[in-house]
């Protein structure tokens, strides 16, 4: 479906349009600079009166405060069915979103958490500590631990070649772990048949 700009009198599909308004995003764009351009000094003063109180400068003499601020408007519950709603209905955009970010900002994200986590080590402990004490979850990494036990996984054979010695996951080639889950296979087959 198309749509016959107001400035430029040109027909474009509906996504070269905000939801409001009968001008295409190029011509609104090109009026805003052209506005913004053309400002006279009253304006000028104001904008940078708003700056000072509202902007940047403000951001940065009350970040603690703004920072507070957002964890109360986030903590109410109105707000958190709003977003838990929207997460529900966007999984896909929020996966890609989601990876895109990883994968961009690797390095920062690696950084923060290693940060993070030094600067809350005893909070952190504090909280696997209670989490890995609930019942449901003893019994899920039994079972976890069971499955990868049976099923021979890779890092369970890298473990079994690892042992005690110096040496980390990322040491182990594929075709020595492969060999390992073979002869454990073997081993376990001849145990079953004694019994």
Known sequence: MEKKCCKCSILKPLSDYYKEG???????CARRRELWANRSPEKIQKDREYDLAYGKEYVKKN?????????EYNAKPEIKKRRAEYFKNNKEKKSVYRKKYYYENYEKLVEYRKNYRIKNKDYINEYLRDYYQQPHIKEKMVLKGRKIVESLSDSYVRSMIIGKSPLTAKDIPQSLVEVKRLQLQIKRMAENEKR
């Open 22 to 28: 009968g001008a295409c995003k190029i011509c609104t």
């Open 63 to 71: 970040k603690e405060l703004l920072i507070q601020k957002r964890i």
